[in-house]
């Protein structure tokens, strides 16, 4: 007999009332008195666990011992009965079977444990609710992104991860090098020693996917890439991971306006999804981690979101009483705490912040008539600040050019990049969304490192 779903039972419950089921599971709690005993049944596909009640009368006083423990993986056997809870069904078990036994050390012994202490054991902190829900959400929202953009005409392009540029200019980049530190010191200089590397020149995993998605843009007109990327930013903050999933559209003859639109369609697009599909696991952050949540993500879907001026936040900034660490001045980049004011204290909602400066902002953005700014915005939530990048490109070679011997860049490393402005070149836009920077904003959990399965930050590869 093969093993149902649990979360079948829970939902269609009325469905196998009075049917001999097998289940199979981890006990996330076992109860025992008397005659009876009880174990939480949880096997990934829900939030909720399946109460297994058990007549000890029934079974081996020795086995079932094993049986009763935190952690221990059961099959077992049993009729599906109406709970005590109206609506709900638990199993009245006839054989229980152990699995794998868990002895006393396993570490989850408590009903909460921190969010700290978890991350020390990322390989069973999914064994937790607040993880299970997590990554339901998260696998739910991946989904919607693509939904929404397969739904939209937009073809999904694999980008390469491996990659010689340096899309955001910063030298954030992980090196990909088949050197071991020994055949490093042999080398006489750099150009030797890149001699003797695999790619016989530099390369590094790939800080964003827009380069090659703007490649693909050029033919398929409507693309987005959904991938892994890499930043080495030292950064120790609950916002930066070193790898981080992005999801980036690029779309021909989009202008800043049309890109806006379609950020905040998707935007709105992928909540509503959550919303819908995760109610339970909404339910459950809210309770454990942000209070108003689902009233939050539920205004979102139907409010207008704010577009602003760079320099108009900068009046905004620069007028209001709130102490700031970092300076106010245009011409300096937002940082974290001034994002936040921005969008947490004065519009308390989704903003835009368009027309950045440009000598704060990467060399692909369409520079501005102004002389001075670009078209390009960032989208700040509440509780998290920056999720999406985003911008119009420059379409005309000679600014391109000119922006990147102005940043002092290798021009011999972008000839197929810039060749795009010169073989038939359109205006187009595009964005990155940080799937870890939403999953945040969705599920209220505040640090970076408890929205991913494994976090990979600096001094962290557990
Ligand atoms: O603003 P960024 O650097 O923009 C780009 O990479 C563009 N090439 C995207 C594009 O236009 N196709 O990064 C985009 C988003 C940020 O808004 C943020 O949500 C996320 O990626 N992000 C990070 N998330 C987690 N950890 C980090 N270290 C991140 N750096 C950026
Ligand atoms: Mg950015």
Redesign the pocket.
Known sequence: MKNIDIIDILTNGKDYEGKSVVVAGWARTARDSKTMAFVALNDGTSLRHLQIVIDKARLDAHDLARCLKNGASLLVEGTVVPAMNQGDYEINADTIELLGDCPQDYPLQKKYHSLEFLRTIPHLRVRTNTFNAMLRVRSKLSFAIHRFFQENGYTYIHTPIITGSD??G?GEIFHVTTHSCNSAKLSKDEAEYMANDFFKRKAGLT????LE?EVAAMAMGKIYTFGP?F?A?N?NTP????E?W?V???VAFAKLPDIIEIAEKMIKSIIKAVLDECPEEIAFFEKAFESGLREKLTSVVESEFKVLDYSEAIEILKKSDEKFVYPVEWGLDLQSEHERYITEKVFNKPVFVINYPKHIK?F?MKQNDDGKTVAAT??LVPGVG??????EREADYDKLKQAMVERNMNLDDYVGYMDLRKYGSVPHS?????L???MMYVTGIAN?RDVQLYARTTGDLM
């Open positions: 899309c955001e910063a800080v964003s996917g827009q998605g990327t930043r930013e950064s916002r930066h991971a070193a981080f992005q980036e559209p690029e990467s692909y960032d989208l920056e999720i999406i990048g985003c911008s595009g964005f990155g969304l940080g870890e920077r939403i970076i």
